[in-house]
């Protein structure tokens, strides 16, 4: 099987970071606003749990990419320059964490410009990349993603290798990184008593069959020569214990042959160089031929 990394890599892994504070879960569950106990839990990411991520991360020397929403870099702007000097990629998710699903392409566009501009001030340097905090893409967004200087979004599922979006009004590749929920840590370890995150209160997993997951998600990644791309929480696997889950996993990841760590940033730009055209038959492909026909193309 012809690899499509670079050589020498045989598969790619890219760890991306949503720091979102308490925002992202006001968005999901608002009846937990002004709730000051619930609040706390995820307030913890910004009090302990992104430092102890930078530490560990820093230990096996792995560049990683956080999504940022504008509103969590302006209350927590020291937090980000941390990041940012630790040479940590920023991306931005929004303004608010809005739920996208709500807004019209103008408000989503609003709230991408917005928050790029908060991170611009604040590092010094233009986002190139991008995570819908909540919801779906408006049609269209994409050209206003690709207008805006960004390379690459992760905000889609639809394959286990990065693709670029079909070509529209603005002539820019946005690379899409695509998401899979179980290489996620949210869905094993997100947890709160009132109000109930899940509803059904049926979580916080094993840390031991957790890590055998993921191990075993990347070996057949691996098998396959696929991007790996894990999505963390610093109010999640920033904890003590979950840290050292981070810690094993890493290890044992950095103990695997063959494999790329790359930022999402690195990832995208090679795919655009080396990987440009889209299969005919992709669901991205399929999913713009039938916004042309919605719109009278």
Excluded at 79 to 101: P, Q, W
Excluded at 122 to 137: K, Q, V
Excluded at 148 to 162: N, V
Aim: hydrophobic share 40%; charged share 15%.
């Amino acid at each position: 099987m012809t690899s499509p990394w670079p050589a020498p890599y045989t598969c790619a892994v890219v760890v991306t970071v949503d720091y979102n504070d308490i925002h992202g879960i006001c968005t999901q569950v608002p009846a937990i606003a002004g709730r000051e106990k619930s609040l706390s839990v995820w307030r913890y990411g910004t009090t302990r749990g992104v430092q102890r991520l930078l530490s560990v991360f820093a230990e096996h020397g792995l560049r990683t990419s956080w999504c940022v929403p504008g509103i969590v870099a302006q209350e927590n702007p020291e937090t980000i320059r941390a990041i940012h000097a630790a040479g940590h990629e920023l991306a931005c998710a929004g303004y608010r964490h809005e739920d996208f699903s709500s807004l019209n392409r103008e408000q989503q566009r609003t709230s991408v410009l917005h928050g790029c501009a908060v991170l611009q001030r604040l590092t010094g340097r233009s986002p190139r990349g991008f995570r819908a905090p909540a919801g779906s893409y408006a049609p269209g967004l994409v050209d206003d993603l690709r207008a805006a200087g960004l390379t690459w979004s992760s905000s889609w599922g639809g394959d286990d290798l990065p693709y670029v979006h079909p070509a529209g009004q603005v002539d820019a590749a946005l690379v899409e990184l695509p998401l899979h929920v179980e290489l996620e840590d949210a869905p094993y370890f997100a947890f709160n008593l009132a109000p109930a995150v899940p509803a059904s209160q049926a979580r916080i997993a094993s840390y031991a069959d957790v890590l055998l997951n993921w191990q075993r998600d990347f070996t057949g990644f691996q098998r396959f020569g696929l991007c790996y791309l894990m999505r963390l929480h610093p109010e999640i696997l920033g904890t003590v214990g979950r840290s050292a889950l981070l810690q094993e996993w890493l290890g044992w990841l950095k103990a695997q042959p063959g494999v790329w760590f790359a930022s999402a940033e690195e990832v995208a730009q090679w795919w655009a160089t080396a990987h440009p055209r889209l299969p005919e038959d992709h669901p991205a492909a399929v999913f713009a031929r039938h916004q042309a026909k919605g719109q009278g193309v």
